[in-house]
């Protein structure tokens, strides 16, 4: 593809659009510095007209201090015509602009300034002057800032004589901040035309190539930048450049918060998968009948939000716990790292459950019929044939469960105790201290033990094959677990979720009490204040996460097919970018955004937008692990012949690759809304007066004590939750290619 006459078309382009590029650029940069000067001559022109009659030093005084009036953070300096040394001599006026006039009022530009004004002819001074804008008690958001210095001659009475001049100082922020703007543009402009160039010139495919591009561009966009913003923040100690803040963040006291976010992270990680595997295998490869029961059941913890099972556990076991305290009179304390291991893994098992779930129910069983012909055992066919067929999504959901764990600060700050993680540590310095930077430096710290993880679970998988699924599945199954052992695992199952289900019970229990651990009187007063203070909240959140849910399934599914099935350069980057924001706690991503969207070109702080792509980007690496797990179990050939009979990438992946992957696409669908609902930690930082969110409206009350109306809220969430998820289900209904019949042998 790359022959001499596409390079030379590629380059012509590139020069001629380049060209023009800065030639565009350079006219509106200069006409807009000409419509700027032109307008501030025209306000210094107005301000010099508003020169007091009275001839005094206070007059002057208080004549210079209203020129913000004309022109919004500009300074002035009064200087009196001293006719007998034929110079002038500043009088009154700001600091800033005194203390910039004896700097440079012997350099040949402001003689120059100088002798205009005595001849009546205002100036403006070619070159611009650092001004030192501290020096005035209203300071500016700035303290040094380039400015544009003007000088306007006084007139006498007579009107033909000089009497005074005045010299004002006009700060370059809006014009600057016009040309940055401006420059980004451009730059963007010249970079997107680059882009799509190569695509043309140089590829085969040039829709697959497009694809890539913008995938690529949302993840630098919405992944990259804010992450580059967060740390060139963690390298500035006011202002400057400097590595205190990395020196302190490595010190021996963080360390052992790192070392506790491991183990913690680990033993989550570990109890959450074997637990998850255990619920996939009893629902998709056993009899089991009562299995859409138990997968709601199952995947509850996830739809409340994150804090609500550590204020159960405390309620409940905590030092005046209603069962710990008042029923068994127990001294034991649930704060540390075994009341924390337990409360992340109820709420994190069902991350693994539903990634390993769609791996089990896409094996073939046809392979373990065949090791069940050949004499193997059920025990040994499960060993040999679907453990091992499973390693994939076992792996992906042990990855995710140690990143969630690693980034999860709600449940550590409330039951924490003495044990430290980092996340917790985190948290604290940005929101008790205002530091953003050690904040995002403990932050960028997660990501080693994160990266190491992810890079090793995918040169695992890169290493085998699991290729089960060639066109011709099988519909059905044969039972590998013999009835003793279903037993035991449908017993361990409902005992689990039993106890889950009495954790949501002190929930529900709450909505009809006073104040829980307070008063215990029978009340319906929680009902009707919490609906009228969170109706708002309530709206906003179904809104905002039923925008968010296709967008993040789409966008996953395709992707997962993008990183598998093609190759381009940069896909390990590309993968490795994408599933970043999930180790990365949640108080950091909220906070890397207000840093990159406050701005322009993309000001998004305090629109629902930049909720809505917090949500997708937050839960994309969730869709991208199921669809390269599900992706690994089918034959490449079936979307090759496709191809061999005409069809394009978009065509094969709507009619081939998305029916295939579908119990991987409403997973992540699922996964996404339900996580949207609930989200708390980055949403706080980006909630604004016109968009709110239904968990931080819960967090409020918890923190205030009115756990009567965070029940009630976490009730309704739980509701609405639960119905979406079930008209999810029902309206994109799983088709006939990987339902199974159970058979016995």
């Given amino acids: 593809m790359f ?5 030379l078309q590629f380059c012509s382009a590139a020069l001629i659009f380049l060209l023009l590029d800065i030639w565009m650029y350079n006219m509106l940069s200069s006409d807009f510095r000409s419509y700027e000067e032109e307008r501030n001559f025209n306000e210094i022109s107005l301000f010099s007209q508003t020169i007091p009659a009275e001839n005094t030093t206070q007059s002057f005084a ?6 913000k009036e004309f022109i919004p953070g500009a300074r002035a300096l009064y200087l009196s015509f001293d006719e007998q040394n034929f110079a002038f001599v500043p009088e009154s006026g700001s600091d800033t602009a005194k203390s910039l006039y004896q700097a440079y009022q012997s350099s040949s530009e402001f ?21 030192d804008y501290s020096l005035d008690p209203d300071k500016n958001s700035a303290s040094i800032a380039k400015s544009q210095v003007y000088f306007v001659p006084i007139v006498d009475e007579t009107g033909y004589q000089v009497s005074g001049a005045t010299m004002i100082l006009v700060p370059v922020g809006t014009a600057s901040g016009f040309n940055s703007l401006l420059r980004t543009l451009f730059i963007g ?24 591009l913008g995938l690529f561009g949302i993840v630098l966009i919405f992944i990259a930048y804010p992450l580059i913003e967060a740390v060139r923040l963690s390298f500035m100690t006011d202002g400057v450049f400097s590595l205190q803040t990395w020196k302190e963040c490595l010190s021996p006291t963080y360390l052992v918060a790192l070392w506790g976010s491991l183990r913690l992270g680990v033993l989550t990680a570990t109890i959450s998968t074997l637990v998850g595997y255990m619920f996939a295998f009893l629902i998709e490869r056993t009899s089991f009948k009562k299995k859409k029961i138990m997968t709601i059941m199952a995947t509850m913890p996830v739809i409340s939000p994150p804090f609500s099972l550590s204020l159960s556990i405390i309620l409940l076991f905590g030092n005046n716990g209603l069962i710990s305290k008042q029923l068994f009179h127990l001294n034991t304390s649930i704060y540390g790292l075994g009341g924390l291991t337990l409360v992340q893994v109820i709420g994190m098992f069902p991350i693994a459950f539903m990634t390993i779930s769609g791996v089990l129910r896409q094996i073939d069983s046809t392979v373990e019929d065949a090791s ?138 709450g909505c009809f009490v006073v104040n829980w651990g307070i008063d215990y009187s029978f009340t319906l007063a929680n009902w009707g204040e919490a609906l009228s203070r969170g109706w708002t909240s309530i709206r906003d959140t179904v809104t905002l996460a039923a925008i968010a849910t296709p967008t993040a399934g789409l966008l996953a599914m395709l992707a997962s097919m993008l990183i598998v099935r093609q190759k381009f350069p940069g896909k390990r980057f590309l993968e490795i970018l994408i599933m970043t924001p999930y180790a990365i706690p949640g108080t950091l991503i909220g906070i890397s955004y207000i840093l990159a969207f406050n701005k322009q070109p993309i000001l998004l702080v305090g629109t629902g937008a930049i909720i809505v792509i917090n949500y997708v980007i937050r839960e994309l690496p969730v869709g991208l692990e199921n669809g390269i797990t599900a992706l690994h179990q089918i034959d490449p050939a079936i979307e090759e012949s496709a191809a061999d009979l005409g069809a394009d990438v978009p065509t094969v992946f709507r009619t081939i690759v998305l029916p295939l992957i579908r119990p991987a696409f409403l997973s992540s669908m699922s996964y996404t809304f339900v996580r949207s609902m609930t989200a708390v930690s980055a949403i706080i930082f980006l909630i604004s007066a016109r968009w709110n969110h239904l968990t931080v409206l819960i967090f409020n009350f918890s923190e205030n004590l009115r756990f009567g109306l965070a029940s009630v809220l976490s009730t309704i969430l739980i509701v609405i939750v639960l119905s979406v998820w079930g008209l999810m289900q029902v309206v994109v209904r799983d088709d006939k290619l990987t339902q199974k019949s159970i058979s016995t042998r």
């Fill in 189 to 212: 402009a010249a970079v997107i035309f680059l882009a799509i160039m190569l695509v043309i010139t140089f590829t085969r495919d040039p829709i697959t190539g497009f694809m890539v």
């Fill in 372 to 509: 069940l012909d050949l004499s193997a055992t059920k025990w040994q066919t499960f060993k040999a044939i679907t453990l091992p067929l499973s390693v994939p999504g076992i792996l992906s959901a042990w990855l995710l469960v140690f990143t969630n764990s690693l980034a999860d600060f709600a449940n550590p700050l409330l039951l924490s105790g003495d044990y430290r993680v980092l996340s917790t540590e985190a948290y604290m310095l940005v929101t008790g201290r205002s530091n953003l930077g050690a904040g995002s430096a403990l932050s960028f710290i997660l990501l080693m033990p994160t990266l190491t993880a992810f890079l090793v679970q995918r040169n695992w998988v890169s290493k085998k094959s699991y290729v089960t699924v060639t066109g011709k599945p099988s519909t059905t199954l044969t039972e590998l677990t013999n009835t003793p052992v279903r037993l035991t695992l449908e017993t361990f199952s409902w005992v689990f979720l039993g106890f889950i289900a009495a954790l949501y019970l002190t929930i529900v229990a």
């Fill in 3 to 7: 022959t001499k006459k596409r390079i």
């Fill in 111 to 131: 003689q120059k300034a100088m002798e205009s004004v005595y001849y009546l002819e205002p100036m403006m001074l070619s070159s611009m002057y650092q001004a």
């Fill in 62 to 67: 208080n004549w210079i201090s209203t020129v």
